[in-house]
């Protein structure tokens, strides 16, 4: 369905660059990948899937679609947030598309903080490798069960000063590609117990090989074929002063200027997997006959095809309004967290129908339906649960206005918290 957005002239443009990409390049080799990513236990079918995946970069380059969110200083196309939008929609119609466009969590977030909060050195040391793919990364905040969650207050790990370093102790779990052991990692860790979360939190460049990083196991979940995620254990082990990222006590910000643009951008790629496989469907319902027509003939079917496109014609509509508040105001908690909730419970609907209306195709793995319904089940919990998101709502909604001291100095040092 062709429906017109206010966007950018530029980020038509690319968006349709995109598509041409995925469907002339990715998309022909996806079952390859697929193949190639199963293969736990063949390392020579796993090297020639990063090859193959090193060979579409070169190609998106080529196509001018890589690093669509990078600056250009770095070898990127430098777009601005907004024009970006349509640009990951189109990238989120396939998995590989993400990493072959380098536009991935948590790479594409880490590169964000990295270029607004880091320094010099480290921008030359870790951001320039990282944006030209000669690296990997990992986010490491969230931790086990009485830890950090959708609630970043709960963070336990430590970092201790000791001269010229910082030592950190903590047990991580769900740390973003941790399953691949990246080459470095953003760690946030306290570094004044004493002080509440708000304020005494920060954030870290750590080594991946590192002494005392250890790799518990990666953390067999739903999506893997998305993204792995591992359990990580950080056992003194030390940092220099000059790895800290951005000011002391200023991690919680960095993480949520992380997670604040990061959960719109989530929200355009899982919406490309249900425009896809709302044409996958479509396609299947106009071929498949029972009962004397085809299902594209059923109106019960063509009603829910219907609410599907109505549901993520209303979804793009509320991440671009998002997407315009934070660049005309610099935050928009509320309109982040509504779009967040309403992308994700719309995507999983939709990729739901799609699969049921597909029947055993549906459910089967030739078909990307299956991978998606997976990962965009996920997405309800990743980057703040639901819940999370409709208590903040609700705050706004009751004009709930008392805020605790702690939350009053961190407002004050580093802007308001998302939630």
Known sequence: M????QDSERAREVAERTRAFLDEEVLP???????????????????EGRELMEDLREIAREREVFGPQIPEEYGGLGMDFADLLPVFEQAGRS??????????APDEGNMEILEQAGTEAQKEEYLRPLVNGEVSSGFSMTEPMDGAGSDAKNLKTTAQKDGDEWVIDGHKWWTS???????????VA?????????VGTSAFIVDADADGVEYVRDIPHMGESG????????????????NM????????????????KARLTHCMRFMGMADRSLDIAKAYMDERSAYGDTLSQKQALRFDIADAEMRLHAARTMVRHAARTIQEEGQADTEVSMSKVFAAETVQDIVDTCVQVCGGN??????????????????????????????????GAFDDDEIEPAELEYVTRFGEPQR
């Open 29 to 47: 080799r996806e079952r390859e990948l697929l193949g190639q990513r199963d293969a736990t236990s063949d390392a020579d079918r796993q090297e």
């Open 362 to 395: 549906g459910i089967g793995k030739d078909l990307p339906l299956a991978d998606f319904y997976e990962n965009v089940r996920c997405f309800r919990i990743v980057d703040g649960a639901d819940e999370a998101h409709l208590r903040s709502i609700a705050k």
């Open 2 to 5: 062709d429906l017109t957005y």
């Open 190 to 198: 306290r570094t004044n117990e004493d002080a509440h979360p708000y």
């Open 227 to 242: 993204m792995g995620h591992a359990e990580v254990v950080y056992d003194g082990v030390r940092v220099p002063e000059e």
């Open 177 to 187: 590609f941790g399953h691949s052991q990246p080459d470095f990692l953003i760690v």
């Open 95 to 104: 998995i590989f598309a993400m990493g072959a466009m380098h536009v991935a």
């Open 245 to 260: 990222l951005g000011p002391k006590d200023g991690g919680l910000a960095i993480a949520q200027q992380r997670l604040g």
